[in-house]
């Protein structure tokens, strides 16, 4: 159930920094809103990196930076 609630609110903060990313914003600005966001939610131990956008993993994406081609993707402890 917490996982449940934790990735539904990963969504809406995608989804909510989805205006703001799509527009050539650092990626130390973007990764600071979406660090800021996760801790209000609670989660303390997670790691945000900023990858090529091209890149293939396994992680959850949660945001983009730099005009859309880089990514920013969420680990979890």
């Given at each position: 159930m917490k996982s449940t609630i934790a990735y539904t609110a990963l969504g809406v903060l995608v989804w909510s920094l989805s205006g703001a990313a799509s527009a050539k914003v650092?990626?130390?600005e973007v990764s600071a809103q979406i660090e800021a966001k996760?801790?209000?939610?609670g989660v303390k131990d997670f790691t945000l990196t900023v990858?090529?956008?091209d890149e293939v993993t396994d992680l959850r994406v949660v945001g983009t930076c730099d005009g859309g081609k880089k990514k920013i993707v969420y680990k979890r402890g």
């Open positions: 650092s990626c130390e996760i801790k209000a939610k990858i090529p956008k």
